[in-house]
């Protein structure tokens, strides 16, 4: 059974960071594409970033600069470091595998001061 498990989300004020980690389990993850989503209350799910098997990457216009995708095969792990935070980045935050063959259950990231 794949499992996916994200770490790292809440509250920040304006300006500031955060990490999030996904842990995959039940699933080699080396081949496959990985990336971050997120959701804000009233929107559809969008893409953040991904990051494919031999670590070429893709951003959302909206994050270029700020964000930055990750991954540690070794650990089954995708990381996203988020810099210089905006009200407008909070939203639930999900990980995927496989271009949304797999989900994690979402983190809560609130940027507010």
């Known amino acids: 059974q794949v499992q996916l498990v994200e770490s790292g989300g809440g509250l920040v004020q304006p300006g500031g960071s955060l990490r999030l980690s996904c842990t995959a389990s039940?699933?080699?993850?080396?081949?496959?594409?990985m990336g971050w989503y997120r959701q804000a209350p009233g929107k559809e799910r969008e893409l953040v970033a991904r990051?494919?098997?031999?670590?070429?990457?893709d951003y959302a216009e909206f994050v270029k600069g700020r964000f930055t995708i990750s991954r540690d095969n070794a650990k089954s792990t995708v990381y996203l470091q988020m810099n210089s935070l905006k009200p407008e980045d909070t939203a639930v935050y999900y990980c995927?595998?496989?271009?949304?063959?797999?989900w994690g259950q979402g983190t809560q990231v609130t940027v507010s001061a």
């Open positions: 995927s595998l496989g271009g949304g063959d797999y």
């Open positions: 039940g699933i080699i993850v080396r081949f496959t594409v």
């Open positions: 990051i494919g098997s031999a670590g070429y990457t």
